[in-house]
């Protein structure tokens, strides 16, 4: 891993390399007069010479950062520049890392589904919504089940119910050409799922840790029940 000391002698070389123009100016790349001037621990220096804050910086070991360009005069802090940027693409890195998405799961059922296979399917849905993703449920109708449109209804209802302790109808039943469609919504946020999921793969580690003999019977017994192939 690139060390915010690396990050910070990268930054300044490509400033006295090259301008970009995303990043603020920092040290000689700075070109007014005179600057408002903070201090490393954001104390107010006051308004000094340019000269001067870039002699500062040089006895600080940090680097002269422009934060408010637009300021007149221009607003500058003393800072250790690398490792304020190393420390930003940190934080940056793990908000993306807890960023959730909420992600349409689908599938897909027959109005006339025998009980092995709706079971099949409900542990599917029961596992997306657990997840913190939304279920489109499809019935699908063929031949003469499409007169029939009362079965499908029906069999989106019983789901519904069954599943209602994790999610809700975000769209109710509606027919779609030759298709049943209805919309199921988890009650628990993506974070939420995805922080207790964090929370129970750590707890199984510590546990397999504590407990080695017994970690590969425990990895057996986590297999889902809701897995089985379809016939």
Sequence with gaps: MQTYTAVRQTV??????GSISAEPRINDRIRVPEVRL????GEQVGIVPLAKAL??????DLDLVEVAANARPPVCKLMDYGK???????KAREARKNQAHTVIKEMKLRPKIDPHDYDTKKGHVVRFLKQGDKVKITIM???REQ???????????RLAEDVQDLGFVESNPKQDGRNMIMVLGPHKKKTEAMAEAREAQAARKAEAKANPG?????SDAEVPAEEPAEA
């Design 12 to 17: 300044v070389g490509c400033y006295r390399g």
């Design 38 to 41: 903070v201090g490393p621990s």
């Design 55 to 60: 002699e500062l910086a040089q006895e600080y």
């Design 84 to 90: 304020f940027k190393y420390e930003s693409a940190m």
């Design 141 to 143: 109708f063929r031949g």
């Design 147 to 157: 007169s029939r449109p009362e079965l499908g209804y029906r069999l989106l209802q």
């Design 214 to 218: 017994r970690s590969q019977n425990a």
